[in-house]
């Protein structure tokens, strides 16, 4: 397997897998420099010293009318380049993670520099705020695409609706490590808060601003909270200045970025998440959070919203509890009810660990990935067999 990127990675966004099996090391990345002179010149020299193993190809990559934006910004020759340099590009399966990075593997299938059954996975903005940016640009994809990956039965009726047919798609869910998340049944003590956790980027989509103002309605009726938000990000100082006009200061702490081990962490010690996701202005939706499926998984009651492939995951009243977007007073009541019958939370915690790991359990979803390919390379069941009920071999 080798790995290509178009840029480096925040330290938060790496997968912890992935560093512990060493797999950022072997990362190549696809973009040139970003300043324009130092990118031209850097093209020349790279004409100079691959360009001419075959030259067609790299001709072909500065095609503007093919390809217009990265046959200009020279990313297409970028990435081309790359793959040579590395001697790269002859592959049984390239696939890629969020639509328009299947864009550009098809650009670069199209010049010639890379060859293999596509792939392509939408995980959220790519199937909601990209496609109603630009309506007809998966068109080609998805004529010429292999396979489509949606992470929600959510975001595969967006895709269809865009065009994309039935008979390449199929649901391929993120998984999260149950092996490594403790089950632990939701308990409070007489003279305890009840501790409340989102952990999320804090952007628009992650909703929190309506967590915070729900939590304020909880507070002004007398009840016990204590609430934790994990995650940094652009609405941070907006967030900051609504937790003190709340006067929540005493109630509610934000404590930006953590590692996955934190992360744990603060799991372990909460009794309820809290995920209020909504729509953005811009029409960014989730997938669905692997946060939610990570405190499922842990023993955490949820309260979360009717947002995107969220419902898939939460059984409404049964693992927790989802409430339109934005709707303040649904999320201060719903909240209330757990806090108020903490009897509710041990079952809660079993029902939502159970889904978890029949459905999202990496190892299975893992296995779900390698059938797939086989099947496209002709070496499995048909794609939809899991439809007729057939299992998918180990």
């Not at 009243?317 to 009897?343: N, P, Q, T, W």
């Amino acid at each position: 397997m080798d790995i290509f990127a178009m840029a480096p990675a925040e330290p938060q966004d790496l997968n912890r897998d992935a560093l512990r099996l060493g797999l950022t090391d072997r990362v190549r990345y696809l973009q040139g420099p970003r300043q324009l002179v130092r990118r031209v010149l850097g093209a020349l020299w790279l004409i100079a010293s691959v360009g001419w193993r075959s030259p067609i190809v790299f001709a072909r990559t500065l095609n503007v009318f093919a390809h217009r934006r990265a046959a200009l910004s020279l990313s297409l020759f970028y990435a081309a380049a790359t793959l040579f340099r590395a001697g790269k590009g002859q592959y049984d399966i390239v696939h890629c993670q969020f639509g328009p990075l299947g864009l550009v593997a098809l650009r670069l299938i199209a010049a010639g520099a890379l060859s293999g059954r596509l792939v392509t996975s939408f995980r959220g903005y790519d199937a909601t705020r990209y496609l109603k940016e630009h309506p007809d640009n998966y068109k080609r994809l998805f004529v010429e695409g292999d396979l489509f990956c949606p992470v929600s039965e959510s975001l595969k009726k967006l895709i269809m609706t865009a065009g994309c047919s039935g008979e390449k798609t199929v649901v391929l869910a993120s998984g999260v490590d149950c092996a490594r998340l403790t089950y632990t049944p939701r308990r409070r003590g007489s003279d305890e808060p009840t501790r409340l956790l989102t952990v999320a980027r804090l952007v628009e989509k992650k909703g929190v601003a309506y967590a915070v103002q729900a939590v304020a309605r909880l507070v002004r009726q007398g009840r016990s909270v204590s609430y934790v938000i994990a995650g940094d990000g652009a609405l941070r100082p907006d967030l900051e200045r609504l937790i003190q006009d709340l006067k929540l200061t005493p109630h509610v702490r934000i404590l930006g970025w953590v590692d996955q081990e934190e992360v744990a962490r603060l799991l372990e010690e909460a009794h309820v998440l809290v995920a209020p996701s909504v729509t953005a202005g811009d029409g960014d939706q989730e997938g669905i959070p692997n946060v939610l499926k990570e405190a499922m998984a842990a023993g955490l009651p949820v309260v979360s919203t009717w947002h995107s492939g969220i419902p898939e995951l939460v059984e409404d009243g049964v693992s927790g509890f989802l409430v339109a977007e934005r709707d303040v007073d649904a999320l201060a009541d719903r909240l209330a009810y757990l806090i108020d019958h903490a009897e509710l939370w041990p079952a809660m915690g079993w029902a939502g660990r159970t889904k978890v790991e029949r459905e999202f359990d990496v190892e299975r979803l893992h296995d779900r990935q390698v059938e797939l390919y086989r099947q496209l390379l002709g070496k499995g069941t048909p794609i939809h067999a899991e439809d007729r009920g057939l299992a998918v071999a180990r």
